[in-house]
């Protein structure tokens, strides 16, 4: 996860410790985000009706691949151990229809290999699901003992997990693209570049080849995890997602009793998300952004993997495939 508004979220939540008035502050012109207790989404959909059993994912292998990726260590952009990872991904997807989308970055420290990793599931329905996830680890923090456990490497899992699940089934509903991107994070700390302009690369990359070609007006959803490892489990609720998909993953995590999991807090997101927001799919950002107290692990050399559970692995893994069920199965998507 590299975003700027991270920053505006730990001054949010230590003056709401101190039991300042945030809603003042915001209403005072301030452009930190207004964190307030979420109500459920009000499903305004024609959903269809629940059926069939819970949908299977194995928290505790999900669980060996974060371990497996974090033995690699720091795993920043252009880096031999990030090499090895992306080699780790491949050999985990080998039989798997793997397509590879490499460009060289331009950024503020230089030109970058950047490598976007897309596995597809084909669906008897026409059009496309994604998942993504990044893989790289912060470049700033490349020189410390920063491992993303839950940053990069919890998600990147719960996506090799999700294409254990999908293997070999035909699949009635949409097709499945799973995108390990990479280049998520900054590349300067962002105390010296704005979040817009250094971060975001692989994802950005992937959403602009795709408008060009036409790929996009296919993907009925994208969705994205980032950081959804943390034993302490509260996945918040994104403003810049689309709400009505948003719904659906409510739903989905209701039918499986897990929704005191999600959404009981709003907060403005930027993260892997924002070039698809931006071309006009639908996208939700599944993401729990309280990893320790006042977020206090992320990105640091804490993020380790004693701090996640396969429990937080399965509960999203499921509701994520949940929620790809629901929508294959409802007449008609909106558009946005
Ligand atoms: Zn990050």
């Not at 693209?177 to 975001?200: C, G, H, N, R, Y």
């Not at 994104?238 to 959404?263: C, I, K, M």
């Amino acid at each position: 996860m590299a975003t700027q508004c991270a920053r505006w979220l730990l001054l949010a939540l230590t003056l709401s410790a101190l039991g300042c008035d945030h809603d003042k502050d915001t209403a005072q012109g301030q452009s930190a985000p207004s964190i307030v207790p979420a109500e459920a989404p009000a499903p305004t959909l024609k959903l269809p009706a629940d059926s069939g059993p819970p949908p299977a994912f194995d928290g505790d292998r999900a669980m060996q691949y974060v371990k497996d990726i974090v033995k690699f260590g720091p795993r920043p952009v252009g880096s031999a151990n990030h090499k090895k990872v992306e080699e780790y991904l491949a050999s985990r997807l080998k039989g798997d229809q793997v397509e590879d989308d490499v460009f060289t970055a331009d950024t503020p420290e230089g030109k970058f290999p950047v490598h976007n990793i897309v596995a597809k599931f084909s669906g008897a329905k026409d059009g496309i699901i994604v998942m993504a996830s990044h893989y790289d680890t912060n470049y700033p923090l490349r020189n410390s003992s920063f491992v993303g456990a839950n940053d990069g490497g919890s998600s990147s899992a719960l996506l090799l997990e999700i294409a254990n699940q999908l293997r070999g089934k035909p699949r009635d509903g949409y097709s499945i693209w799973l995108v390990w991107d990479d280049a998520e994070e900054a590349i300067k700390p962002d105390t010296e570049m704005p979040f817009e302009k250094d971060s975001l690369y692989g994802i950005s990359h992937l959403a602009d080849k795709w408008k060009a070609d036409g790929t996009s007006k296919k993907i009925k959803a994208f969705l994205l995890e980032d950081m959804i490892g943390d034993a302490d489990l509260n996945v918040d609720r994104d403003t810049n997602s689309t709400p009505w998909l948003q719904s659906v993953v409510f739903e989905a995590a209701t039918r499986l009793g897990y929704q005191s999991h999600f959404f009981a807090r709003s907060l403005p997101m930027e993260d892997d998300h924002l070039p698809f927001v931006h071309i006009g799919v639908p996208s939700v950002d599944l993401i729990d952004f309280t990893y320790g107290y006042n977020n206090v692990f992320w990105h640091t050399p804490q993020d380790t993997a004693d701090k996640l559970s396969p429990k937080s692995l399965e509960i999203i893994g499921k509701v994520t495939i949940e929620t790809v069920r629901i929508l294959d199965k409802m007449d008609a998507l909106p558009p946005k």
